[in-house]
């Protein structure tokens, strides 16, 4: 990253802007699959019937935000996992993340009925329905929400690229790039305008807008939080921009 305007940095974000960041202990602590050892045995339950469904009938993204919830709910003190049967939790996950992602929307990939979703844990879709809305209030997890969005698509959500600048919402897409640099910066945004993210193997790296590796960024792998799974978290990646906008002016 470059030097920036004075003062800009002071405008970009504040009180108003939205509750995330890809940047803080918080968001990473969302994205981590450490759990207390009391719940352990839980969670190893869980993500064996989540990653199993995602596997034959979703796709690694959706197993993986599944292992990410199931982490995160297994850290709530006291765990709404703690009691009840595990299937039952393991269908409201994948079903909460379906609600978030448009998976029961019939334009999308992949995309199935939430009868079938239920179904495929062998619990009533009343049940799945149910638990989904338990464990979403418990996360704080809304339609679009951009931390339990899939990677892939984080580049059409909306929700995602919105920061404030003195005061106004912006998209952040349409602002000048020190802007989107310094949103970056702050872990406003998940990564800078312009870079895709993909998964090779069990690894997420940043792509040019051309789909080529390298061209304009150097990408760090994100990292493994554990033996098995991948650390998405909020890809950090560290870019070499080669060129700064002076905008002075424009703000």
Known sequence: MGVH????????GGERSPPRSWGSNMARSTKSERVPKPMQET????VTLTDAFC??????????????????????RPSPLATGNLKTWACGIVYALGSANFLFDKSQTPTMRAADLCAGFGVSQSTGSAKA???RDAL????????????SKMEDNPLAW??????????????????QEIAYEKGLIPYLPGYKVRMEGH???TLDSSGGRGAKAEAIDCTWSSANAPNLVCFQHVLR????????GIL
């Open 43 to 46: 969670f190893n339950a869980i």
């Open 5 to 12: 305007a004075p003062g800009l940095r002071s405008r970009i």
């Open 55 to 76: 596997r034959a009938h979703l796709d690694k993204e959706y197993a993986q935000l599944a292992r990410h919830a199931t982490a995160a709910l297994c850290r709530k």
């Open 140 to 151: 704080g997890m809304g339609q679009m929400d951009p931390q339990w969005y899939r990677p």
């Open 203 to 205: 690894r997420w790296s």
């Open 162 to 179: 919105m920061i404030m600048v003195n005061g106004f919402a912006v998209d952040v897409r349409q602002m000048p790039r020190e802007v």
């Open 241 to 248: 921009v080669r060129a700064l906008v002076n905008f002075s």
């Open 133 to 135: 809305k338990v464990l």
